[in-house]
């Protein structure tokens, strides 16, 4: 059985929070092998002063999941950034919650505008997928420089700017509300090709990754093959 959280909008009664969830996302980005754009526990209390972030505590009130909105390109797109689950509660469905609520509000804020998201994890991809967003290039994202500036601190960020900010390990995911699937039709379909999709991301990531393993290597242990990789995964 599902357990009950409470999930609200954050305000200032929450701002004693910022802190531990701050703590959270870094170890969990270390934990992951990621990194992420840093968000301090300043920024976090803006963000629920602002009425711009949705917390999740269990029935103990004992905190247990946290995400944001940002807006970019003057409000044309908002991002839901900094999704995070106390390790404790994953897996039980939090983050689908957490997601559906500062979608919403989302919405709500700003009914005009393109929500996205860049990730490598599969369970936001699921998530994002039942919400109604859809894979993009990165060129269908906002060029807001101080958005691009947030991916320096990740590890992957040569990466980025070798492929000129076209592509990179993370998948873009945009909802347009002037042009999207219904998401029913989305979930039933992207479950039944989860698999597919998750083989899909691998090969993506090896395919991406092939020009620094060969790089580290120099020629002394050769990288398994496309056919190797693909077989094993
Ligand atoms: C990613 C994270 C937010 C997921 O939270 P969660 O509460 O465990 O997710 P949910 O229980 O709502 O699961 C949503 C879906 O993803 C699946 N899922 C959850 N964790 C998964 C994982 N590690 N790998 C693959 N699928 C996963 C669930 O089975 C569920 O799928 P379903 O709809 O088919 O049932 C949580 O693991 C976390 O905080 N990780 C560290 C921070 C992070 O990675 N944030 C995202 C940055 S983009």
Redesign the pocket.
Known sequence: MEQEFKILIADDAHENFAQIICD??ES??K??G?G?AKRSPDYIKQKMHEGKAVIAFTKDNIWA?FCYIETWSHGEYVAN???????P???????????KKIFNLSRQKYPEAKIF????????M??NS?LGYEPVTYSELTQDEAFWAGCKSCVNYEILMSKERKNCM?TAMLYDPKDHFEPEETTKDF?EH?KLY?RFMKIKQWKLLKPFLKKETNGAAKPKSFLHFFLNT
Do not use: H
């Open positions: 959270e996302m969990s980005a934990a992951r990621t992420i999941g950034s900094g999704l995070i689950v106390a390790p509660y994953r897996k039980s469905g939090l983050a689908k919650q957490i997601k998201g860049l990730t490598t994890g599969l369970a936001v699921k998530i039942d993370c479950k989860s998750e």
